[in-house]
């Protein structure tokens, strides 16, 4: 059985797109006939995979953003609305990858990139979303929020409240046919990310995670993105308040 994601015209706005899983659902979300707007920090990224996928003729519209401002934040949703005509599904990636750093700043920062970034994302979107025909919400967590592992502290404790707040949208938003579900990678790998650097700073940890998994590797960024860009379709009409953990089996957790 053939399934059409149906998103064909649909308008998405992804958080750090420009590597990695945001980058990867974002070239799914083209691929399947979506337009997109997407941000990230750094400006000479963000013109580059705007230029990389231009050529394919997507409608794709980037913007260089610091998560974590709260302000510009809020503007580059209402902005990236008027731009595509509306918007049909928020995709929240972003972290602030506060792992293994002590003192109050790391759960600071968590809070208004991880958190935050995510609430004040959602909030803005929300009246474009109340006028769309398919509205979805898609949260990326982490294993790390289901389980204590070496990102114990600011980023385990605030992706775990990301799946807990999305799925409260999920029953609270149910009535308006607004979904909202949570995607959790386990350790992904791809050039310029955080596996990379510790395999190069730090590789007996690296050995030790890739030990975990009994799969023998790490996810590719296409593999997490599959799962978002499904939970964002119409396809995934009936699904809502679901945590779709995707990590190999990396987790020994059950989920009833």
């Not at 302000?71 to 599904?89: C, F, K, T, Y």
């Not at 898609?138 to 980023?155: H, K, L, Q, W």
């Not at 775990?160 to 799925?167: D, K």
Request: proline share 4%; hydrophobic share 45%.
């Amino acid at each position: 059985m053939d399934v059409d994601l149906q998103l064909e015209g649909l308008r998405a706005l992804v958080t750090g797109g420009t590597k990695g899983i945001g980058r990867a659902v974002v070239e799914g979300l083209v691929a399947e006939g979506a337009s997109v707007a997407f941000c990230a920090r750094t400006e000479s990224d963000v013109t580059a995979a705007v230029e990389e996928l231009q050529d394919g003729g997507a409608t794709v519209v980037g913007t260089a953003l610091d998560i974590g401002d709260g302000p510009a934040l809020i503007q580059w949703v209402n902005d990236s609305a008027a731009e595509l005509g509306g918007i049909d599904i928020v995709v929240a990636n972003v972290s602030a990858l506060a792992i293994g750093i002590e003192g109050e700043e790391p759960w600071k920062q968590s809070f208004e990139v991880d958190l935050m970034g995510t609430v004040r994302m959602v909030d803005a979107a929300m009246p474009f979303l109340g006028r769309s025909q398919a509205p979805s919400i898609v949260t990326v967590s982490s294993v790390s929020a289901r389980e204590i592992d070496f990102a114990a502290g600011p980023y385990g404790t605030f992706k775990a409240a990301i799946v807990h707040y999305t799925q409260g949208l999920a029953f609270q938003l149910a009535g308006k046919g607004i979904r909202a579900n949570t995607v959790s990678p386990g350790n992904t790998y791809f050039p310029g990310g955080v596996w990379e650097s510790v395999e190069s700073g730090n590789p007996q940890l690296f050995a030790d995670s890739l030990a975990l998994n009994p799969t023998g590797r790490m996810a590719r960024p296409e593999e997490i993105a599959r799962g978002v860009v499904f939970l964002a379709s119409p396809a995934a009409s009936f699904v809502s308040g679901t945590n779709l953990v995707i990590d190999g089996a990396l987790t020994r957790g059950v989920q009833f």
